[in-house]
């Protein structure tokens, strides 16, 4: 949890609108709650038993340690969501690494992941979902198709903030 709270204040910037993890001013990520949260993740790492939260803990240390987007430890984030993948399987859990498949195989590969989710329909509902894919479809230069995904992705929102971000991507 200090891991995750530490990023808030970069989320949204002074305008009001949403900031990519990739595009947050890491300078206003919070210390003391990093510190914290790597604190807590070594105390709670003792032992031999891994649950779902040290997994997810790991992956967002991994954000968290990194100076800058470019030295963020995708391989290690990929190795941390196929270890959740076994430990607790889920449309969302593999919608997430997909993500990490994207930024180490690229956005083909990231695209594939996503398509190959058993238990896709789940996912469809939900605005996360066609954000993703449309990224990846943007990065691969189909411009129309990216567009109509950020759209459906923006209607299926339900916070202003990201549906505004969401149409801003889709105009773009």
């Known amino acids: 949890m200090c891991l995750n709270a530490s990023r808030l204040q970069a989320r949204v910037n002074t305008q009001g ?38 997994l997810e803990a790991g992956i967002a240390a991994c954000h968290c340690l990194a100076a800058d987007d470019a030295s963020t430890d995708w391989q290690q984030i990929l190795n941390l969501y196929e270890a959740l993948s076994l430990l607790k399987p889920s449309p969302i859990v593999a919608m997430n690494r997909s993500v990490a498949v994207a930024r180490i195989h690229g956005p083909r590969a990231g695209l594939e992941a996503l398509e190959k989710i058993p238990d896709r329909k789940s996912l469809e509902t939900q605005h996360l979902y ?29 916070c202003e903030v990201e549906r505004d971000f969401l149409q801003a991507e889709a105009e773009c």
């Not at 230069?141 to 992705?153: F, G, S």
């Open 17 to 54: 609108e949403m900031v990519r993890l990739q595009d947050q001013d890491r300078r206003l990520w919070d210390a003391a709650l990093i510190a914290r949260g790597i604190q807590a993740l070594g105390a709670a790492s003792v032992g031999e038993c891994i649950s779902s939260y040290h």
């Open 130 to 158: 066609h954000a993703i894919r449309a990224s990846f479809i943007a990065k691969l230069c189909n411009p129309a198709e990216a567009r109509a995904a950020y759209q459906l992705a923006a209607t299926l929102a339900k």
